[in-house]
């Protein structure tokens, strides 16, 4: 039933402080905490190879996807060993790989991990964030990919 509730979709990323690697993750369970102070949460899989190589590092970037970056969701979701492969990014201020096309970015410290279920949810302090394309957003409904039609 939660599948007919749609949402947007994300890649939060991080340089792996271990190897140097860029590492990501694709989520649709972003959403706002608070405003003061800033605050964002997701939620990663407990089964999550990735994340914990992620969490170690200073900043994480969130990348708010446009309808055009289902290939970097995709990428992100797949279990490969090199995810970003064929991906097209820079640094973000933080330090995060930032996609190019992404609407958003927010560049954001982990203040907390909360165990909920088969899940982790981590509240994010958001440092710097800003608009950097303007296309429609990626979304995600009934387990495919969709557009935003006004």
Same mark, same amino acid.
């Given at each position: ?43 990663? *899989?407990?089964? *999550? ?16 996807? *446009?309808?055009?970056?289902? %290939?970097? *969701? ?39 991990? %909360?165990?909920?279920?088969? %899940? ?11 608009? %950097? ?18």
């Amino acid at each position: 039933m939660l599948g007919r509730f749609a949402t947007g979709v994300v890649a939060v990323t991080a340089i792996d402080p271990a190897d140097g690697a860029p590492r990501g993750l694709a989520v649709n369970s972003f959403t706002s905490v608070s405003l003061d102070p800033p605050l964002v949460s997701f939620c990663v *899989s407990t089964a *999550s190879t990735t994340w914990p190589r992620m969490k170690a590092a200073p900043t994480l970037c969130v990348n708010v996807l *446009s309808e055009r970056q289902e %290939h970097v *969701s995709r990428r992100l979701a797949a279990r490969v060993s090199d995810k970003f492969t064929g991906l097209s990014w820079r640094p973000s201020p933080g330090g995060g790989p930032l996609f190019e096309g992404a609407l958003a970015w927010l560049d954001c410290a982990i203040e907390s991990e %909360h165990p909920a279920g088969d %899940h982790i949810i981590v509240v994010a302090r958001v440092l710097a964030l800003d608009a %950097h394309a303007d296309h429609g957003p990626l979304l995600f409904f009934r387990g495919d990919y969709g557009r935003f039609d006004a």
